[in-house]
Structures are given as C-alpha cells and as structure tokens.
Nanobody, 128 residues
Framework: QVEVVESGGGLVQPGGSLRLSCAAS????????MVWYRQAPGKDCELVAS????????YYAEPVKGRVTISSDNGKNTMYLQMNALKPEDTAVYYC?????????????????????WGQGTQVTVSS
C-alpha cells in the first residue's frame, strides 16, 4: 500500500523551529524527486522544497531559502524538513509528495492529481 504520513507540525512562536517528517511506505523515496508542499489559508498550493533521489540536489522556494533544510534518510524511507526562524507567513498545512509540473501546483494541494495519494498533512502554526 502506497502511503505518505506527515508529522512534526505544531504551534510555535515566531523565530522558533520545527522538524517535519514524511514517512513513506509502498515505494522508495530514493527513486523520486520528493517535494514538500504547503497550503496556507486562502492561498494556492505552494512548493516549499525538493530533493532529488534522497540525497541529490535540493531546491528551495525563495520565501523559505536560508531558513529551511530538506533531507532524507533512505534507510528509514523518511524525508525531513528542518524549519528555522519561522515566520507567521509560514503558517500552513505541509504535505509531501513527488514532484509535478510547476503549472500543476495551484489551488488546493490535495485536489492536484499527484503520483501518490496525499497524506493528511501536518499543521504548522506560527504565532505569538
């Protein structure tokens, strides 16, 4: 059964840190370009960061560059997103899935026809 399960979100004050996890089953993360997406209230789905084949090149969206690090533990088949210096505008539900054409990344994340079923996401709330 193919599945991704996101976890690690929570309520944090501005400037704080969180580490999100994406545990995959039924497929190997190291075989795909994996992506963290996020859905902020009232906004389109947004690509946050990606990693190629578990340990390859990474990409960061401009709003998070310098504050987040994407990584993957192929042995645990789990991807991570270390988020530091969090800002209120980082508040969103965070999802993981494979990469998709940039033109497809709009609207509601979970309504996009992704390669694998969407997980439930993990809520990140940055507020004082």
């Amino acid at each position: 059964q193919v599945e991704v399960v996101e976890s690690g979100g929570g309520l944090v004050q501005p400037g704080g840190s969180l580490r999100l996890s994406c545990a995959a089953s039924g497929f190997s993360l190291s075989s795909f370009v994996m992506v963290w997406y996020r859905q902020a209230p009232g906004k389109d789905c947004e690509l946050v960061a990606s990693i190629f084949a578990g340990s390859g090149p990474t990409y960061y969206a401009e709003p998070v560059k310098g504050r987040v690090t994407i990584s993957s533990d192929n042995g645990k088949n789990t991807m991570y997103l270390q988020m530091n210096a969090l800002k209120p505008e980082d508040t969103a539900v965070y999802y993981c899935n494979t990469a998709m054409p940039i033109t497809s990344i709009r609207g509601i994340c979970t309504a996009i026809g992704a390669q694998f079923p969407w997980g439930q996401g993990t809520q990140v709330t940055v507020s004082s």
